[in-house]
């Protein structure tokens, strides 16, 4: 019988999944990759396996009240039919706050997962989601290891000044600094980039990670030293619905002239700013893409976004002394063949310079030239966590052993 991980990505409507073989010493071997969407709503279920084939489908309506704890009770159950070939031994989630206690991946128990919940305020549109399948396995299946993966950790490696406002000293002690997140991602294109160059993996790289959340980092030999993140997943670039940079007076005017409660304030930067809240018809870059040439709003949310990145690439650039290589991954980096082409377009004074063709392609390489290179390169999240789950769970029980 082969010892499966199960990978978990919560969303506030969602469950994603992924079932990795671990065979001793080899990498993590994906088999089964699913989710639940729609929850507390119509849900849909939908399990494939690696050659694409549907494993299992399933459909609820609303009067079946079917939420996060029914899927994950449905997919305990799902599983339970294969437990003669595979046996669960451990979940590892994705938790977006680590905070400043956490600056690896964890094994949760009590105190730990009290201490993850202290964080929620700091990543509300993420946190809470991210600790809900943890408690509730915690209370249907006791015994299941559960290792919490950070987006925050991977940026652990940047200096103090790099993660430093400019607030009084005992802002700091209280916690109020940079963290940075999507380290996960960041942490696969780190892990992969020799695989394509090199020259790359000991060079200095931005990554742009552009999907409904969007930030850059900084890789110096693959190690991160700046990030487009801060305190919370509100800094840095305008997203799907998330406003990214502001000048913090902005929020003193809400709060004091528009008399916006916190929580409305709040609500609006993350949930009705970015490219919805600038384009008023969509957080969607596909949509706002075929409305691009009629509507002027959506081709204005466009442009921000591609100046806010560029923006924000000089400032990475500043940050690591030059540039050898841009990599776009996310929902929007792979996909999107205009919004890099419009990038690289506005970098052509660092030398760097459009494959048009294999843009169109998707890469991997689609830079022409003997200047900086740029890259299109899948991310994946859910084998960091796989990875990061099972070498906790091997040092958990050497621990144990000794
Ligand atoms: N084919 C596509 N073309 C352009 N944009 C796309 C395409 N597919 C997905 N996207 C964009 O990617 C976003 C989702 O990115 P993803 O990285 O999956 O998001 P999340 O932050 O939820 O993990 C969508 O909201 C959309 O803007
Ligand atoms: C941290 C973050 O913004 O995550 P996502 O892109 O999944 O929303
Ligand atoms: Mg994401």
């Known amino acids: 019988m082969t010892p499966v991980l199960i990978v978990l990505n919560a969303g506030s409507s969602s469950l994603k999944f992924q079932v990795f073989d671990v065979l001793d010493g080899a990498e993590p071997r994906l088999v089964w990759k699913g989710l639940y ?17 549907v494993l299992g489908e399933m459909t609820w309506s609303s009067d079946d009240r079917f939420g996060h704890e029914e899927a994950l009770m449905h997919l305990v159950s799902w599983l339970s039919q294969f437990r003669e070939e595979r046996k669960p031994m451990a979940i590892g989630h ?30 509300p549109l993420h946190q809470p989601h991210n600790l809900e399948p943890i408690r509730i396995v915690r209370r249907r299946l006791p015994g299941m290891p559960q290792v919490a993966c950070f987006d925050t950790a991977f940026h652990q490696s940047q200096s103090d000044i790099a993660t430093m406002f400019a607030l009084p000293r005992d802002m700091r002690e209280r916690g109020v600094r940079r963290y940075g997140f999507h380290g996960l991602s960041y942490d696969y294109i780190a892990s992969v980039l020799k695989h394509y160059d090199p020259h790359l993996a000991k060079g200095r790289v931005i990554v742009a990670h552009l999907g409904n959340g969007a930030s850059l980092c900084a890789l110096k030999a693959g190690v991160s030293v700046a990030t487009t993140m801060g305190f919370s997943a509100l800094d840095g670039l305008p997203m799907g619905t998330r406003c990214g940079a502001v000048d913090a007076g902005v929020i003193f005017y809400m709060l004091r002239e528009m008399k916006l409660t916190p929580e409305e304030a709040e609500r609006m930067l993350y ?9 008023g018809i969509s957080n969607d870059m596909r949509v706002l893409r075929s409305k ?3 509507e002027v709003d959506a081709r204005r949310a466009i442009d921000l976004f591609v100046y806010r990145i560029l923006r924000e690439i000089g400032s990475l650039m500043a940050a690591l002394g030059g540039i050898d290589g841009l990599v776009f991954t996310g929902g929007i980096g792979e996909n999107d063949v205009a919004t890099r082409a419009e990038v690289i377009a506005g970098l052509a004074w660092v030398g760097l310079a459009l494959d048009e063709a294999a843009n169109r392609a998707g890469g991997p390489r689609i830079s022409a030239g003997s200047g900086p290179t740029a890259w299109v390169i899948p991310t994946n999240e859910e084998l960091v966590i796989a990875r990061q789950t099972r070498s906790v ?3 958990t029980q050497a621990r144990l052993a000794s």
């Open 37 to 53: 969407e729609g929850l507390g709503e119509t849900a849909h279920f939908l399990v494939k396996d690696t050659g694409g084939s």
């Open 271 to 279: 949930t009705k700013s970015g490219l919805l809240g600038v384009s």
């Open 292 to 294: 691009a040439a009629s």
């Open 94 to 123: 994705r938790v977006v706050h680590g905070g400043a206690a956490f600056s690896s991946p964890v094994l949760v128990d009590e105190s730990v997962l009290q201490s993850l919940e202290a964080l929620v305020p700091l990543a």
């Open 393 to 395: 769970l091997g040092a």
